[in-house]
C-alpha cells in the first residue's frame, strides 16, 4: 500500500526528518510538564512520606476522606485521581495502620464506608498545614494573580488533554 505522505526509503512523512533534527525533548511541552509533575509530586510527597510513611495513593485517600467524610471506595476513586486499584492496596494499608476504618454497610454488604480513625484524623491534622505551608513555598515569587492564571492555564491544557484523549484513539 502506498501513501504520498510517506517517503517509501525511510517510511516516515517527507518533514519528519527536518522535525526530527529540530526537535529538543528539553523545551518539549509534554516533557516539562513531567519535570515540574515530578519535582511537585517529590516535594510533596517528602512531608507525608518522610514524616509518615505514606504512599502518594494512601496520602490522597486520606486527604479525600478528611476528618469529617464518609465516603465508599468508589467515591474515593471518583474523588482522588488515583486507580481502582491503589485506592484497594492503600486502604488496606491504611487499615492496617490503624489510620482508617472500614465498615460494612447494613442494607449493602457489597458497600463499605471510610472513614479515618481518632489517629487517622490526627495525621491529617498535622499534615494539612504542612502541605498548605509547602503550596506556598512552591509558588514563593508569584503574585496571586499569577497564581490564579498558573492555575487557569493548567485547566485548559488539561481540558484539551482531555478532548484529544477523547478524539483519538490509537487502536
Not at 474515593?76 to 486507580?83: A, I, K, L, P
Not at 472513614?115 to 513555598?137: A, F, M, N, Y
Not at 503574585?143 to 498558573?150: F, G, K, N, P, Q
Request: no cysteine.
Amino acid at each position: 500500500m502506498s501513501n504520498n505522505l510517506i517517503d517509501s526509503t525511510t517510511k516516515r512523512p517527507p518533514e519528519a526528518s527536518s522535525q526530527m533534527q529540530q526537535f529538543d525533548l528539553s523545551s518539549f511541552f509534554p516533557y516539562l510538564v513531567r519535570i515540574f509533575y515530578r519535582a511537585v509530586s517529590d516535594s510533596v510527597s517528602q512531608v507525608y512520606g518522610s514524616l509518615f510513611d505514606l504512599t502518594a495513593s494512601e496520602w490522597r485517600v486520606m486527604v479525600v476522606l478528611g476528618p469529617s467524610n464518609v465516603l465508599s471506595a468508589s467515591d474515593v476513586v471518583e474523588r482522588s485521581s488515583v486507580t481502582k486499584v491503589d485506592v484497594s492496596r492503600a486502604i488496606k494499608s491504611l487499615q492496617k495502620s490503624g489510620l482508617l476504618t472500614r465498615d460494612i454497610n447494613g442494607e449493602d454488604k457489597r458497600r463499605a464506608s471510610l472513614r479515618l480513625t481518632e489517629r487517622g484524623i490526627k495525621v491529617h491534622e498535622i499534615l494539612i498545614p504542612l502541605v498548605i505551608q509547602l503550596e506556598k513555598d512552591l509558588t514563593n515569587g508569584l503574585s496571586d494573580e499569577e497564581v490564579i492564571s498558573l492555575i487557569s492555564m493548567m485547566e485548559k491544557v488539561r481540558e484539551n488533554a482531555l478532548k484529544i484523549t477523547e478524539a483519538r484513539t490509537y487502536g
